[in-house]
């Protein structure tokens, strides 16, 4: 039993162990939270973000330790409280915005729909994602330029990331000619595709006349591949089943018209001096 001696007036040797055990109690539990979370974000955001909110998240737990232990003193909190609920109305108006970009970022970095290296396209601007802010979202395009997102609208918007797949469907209309052998120019495409290193064997590639358009036998081409390297290999593929083709004699089509008269088209030659008969 402990003898609750009186420090100063009516402060005791109790209310002294009461706050001390509220405050190592907060302590630890802040100590907890903040290894927790850097083990949990560290690969989700840059280094120098992490200790932003571990800061915020360590001393807004210290603080509500202190509002604890302030009734111990013989201070009464809800004034401090009023006060600062407040003026928590108050910054809360003027920075709405904000606040909704900061509790955007932390749900982008829960839900982690993206990382960053990784391509997306965001409410219509494509790029490589530079970094995820606790604030904004950065993007860097294929043209070079720097696109600052804010989070907000991040977080509401459609999201497409072309990579988060391994595999990645590439898909080609090729047309050739109605005299062509259409199954030869399948066979053509099927081995050129199982011939490239960078196409997959599963998914099986899908080929196959998919239309007889009005000037060409339309073939479907539906290869996979890693998404990584799906632009390449787009790139590369379509001249290689053109140039294929054509060396086995299968050619591209192209539109072209045939027109057909009514009558046969009349030859009629004019000697020099003759008149013309349509003349008189």
Same mark, same amino acid.
């Given at each position: 039993m402990i003898p609750d001696i009186a420090i100063y007036g009516e402060f005791g040797v109790l209310d002294l162990l009461r706050v001390l055990l509220i405050l190592v109690v907060a302590i630890i539990i802040a100590k907890g939270i903040s290894v927790n979370l850097r083990r949990v974000l560290k690969d989700r955001m840059s280094k120098d973000h992490v200790e932003i909110i571990n800061k915020v998240i360590y001393w807004g737990i210290l603080t509500i330790a202190f509002l604890l232990v302030l009734p111990v003193f013989g201070v009464n909190p809800s004034g401090l409280l009023v006060a600062g609920g407040v003026a928590g109305i108050v910054l809360g108006i003027a920075s709405q915005s904000v606040v909704s970009n900061l509790m955007a970022g932390l749900f982008l970095v829960i839900e982690r729909?993206?990382?960053?290296?990784?391509?997306?396209?965001?409410?219509?601007?494509?790029?490589?994602?530079?970094?995820?802010?606790?604030?904004?979202?950065?993007? !860097? $395009?294929?043209?070079?330029?720097?696109?600052?997102?804010?989070? %907000?609208?991040?977080?509401?918007? #459609?999201?497409?990331?072309?990579?988060?797949h391994v595999a990645r469907r590439l898909e080609y209309r090729v047309g050739i000619r109605y005299s062509d052998d259409a199954d030869k120019a399948i066979a053509i495409i099927h081995r050129l595709c199982e011939e490239h290193p960078?196409?997959?064997?599963?998914?099986?590639?899908?080929?196959?006349?998919?239309?007889?358009?009005?000037?060409a036998v339309e073939i479907m081409v539906r290869i996979w591949s890693p998404s990584k390297e799906w632009?390449?290999?787009k790139k590369e593929l379509l001249w290689k089943i053109k140039t294929a083709l054509e060396g086995q004699g299968i050619e591209i089509a192209f539109?072209? !018209? $045939?027109?057909?008269?009514?009558?046969?088209?009349?030859?009629? %030659?004019?000697?020099?001096?003759? #008149?013309?008969?349509?003349?008189?």
């Open positions: 729909p993206m990382k960053i290296g990784q391509t997306v396209n965001i409410a219509g601007t494509a790029g490589v994602v530079e970094d995820i802010r606790i604030l904004s979202t950065t993007i !860097r $395009t294929f043209e070079g330029l720097y696109v600052r997102i804010p989070n %907000e609208k991040v977080f509401t918007t #459609d999201i497409t990331n072309y990579v988060e960078l196409t997959l064997k599963n998914p099986t590639p899908d080929i196959f006349v998919d239309n007889l358009g009005d000037n632009y390449g290999v539109p072209q !018209r $045939t027109v057909w008269f009514a009558n046969e088209l009349q030859k009629r %030659e004019m000697r020099d001096g003759a #008149d013309d008969p349509g003349m008189h």
